[in-house]
């Protein structure tokens, strides 16, 4: 599981699941880029946290709704970090609402985010990965089964996801880099709190009967990224707790 002399960029790394991605894989050896949008002070504890665990940390401010942001984050990485080697594309927008109601202006910014940037973080990324290279991207448990009405927007565009990571998967598979999906159930983050309105709902639909922790979606990130499972690709793996057994 070793990560030792890898560098990697987590989009959307400054709180959350994306926070602790960062400090999971740099905990396991790697060197680690953030990108954030409006948390600055979020993304320089979460450089601290990763330079205490002797690594270089990098925190780049990029709106992932921006293609030339993107870009911008990548070649900054590659620029201070010396290479690429792990690329998890994060950074994402929720919204709720009947599709007859949904703002359509609100779904084209989600679609931008959620869909088109980490479409355009790999294509940057692609030009700097070597053999052993990773994409792993940050799904939903929602994008294969929607339990409940007011979702369909977001779950649609995790589902795009699937696409995306399989037919990378076969593209990049020849020079030994791994394209794989994450697609976590219901996490305890300040978007989604274990405390929450609708908390005991979402701990109802799970086998084990809990919320999983940042932490434990980060594991299976940090699983992909390692020689570990350079067998495994164009895969989606769900932690969710068996939300959708």
């Known amino acids: 599981m070793s990560l030792t002399g890898k560098r990697a960029l987590v989009t959307g790394g400054s709180r959350g699941i994306g926070a602790a991605i960062a400090q999971a894989l740099a905990a396991n050896g790697a060197d680690v880029a953030i990108t954030y949008q409006k948390s600055?002070?979020?993304?320089?504890?979460?450089?601290?946290?990763i330079e205490k665990l002797g690594r270089r940390g990098l925190a780049i401010e990029a709106d992932s709704a921006n293609p030339d942001a993107i870009k911008?984050?990548?070649?900054?990485?590659?620029e201070t970090l010396g290479s690429l080697d792990i690329l998890v594309n994060n950074a994402a927008l929720g919204l709720n609402g009947p599709v007859a109601q949904v703002d359509l202006a609100k779904f084209q910014a989600m679609m931008d985010v959620n869909v088109r940037g980490p479409f355009v973080a790999a294509q940057a990324a692609i030009p700097h990965l070597r053999e052993g290279g990773r994409i792993i991207s940050i799904g939903s448990a929602l994008a294969e089964r929607v339990p409940f009405p007011g979702i369909t927007a977001y779950a649609m565009s995790k589902s795009a996801l699937l696409s995306f990571t399989r037919g990378l998967s076969r593209e990049l598979g020849p020079q030994g880099i791994t394209v794989n999906l994450v697609q976590p159930g219901s996490t305890n983050t300040e978007a989604n709190p274990a405390d929450g309105e609708s908390a005991d709902f979402q701990r109802a639909l799970s086998s084990i009967g809990r919320y999983a922790e940042p932490r434990e979606i980060a594991d299976a990130v940090v699983f992909l990224a390692s020689p570990a499972a350079k067998m495994v690709t164009g895969i989606a793996l769900t932690v969710d707790g068996g939300a959708n057994a």
């Open 72 to 78: 911008r984050a990548v070649s900054e990485t590659v």
């Open 40 to 49: 600055a002070k979020n993304a320089q504890s979460i450089v601290a946290s």
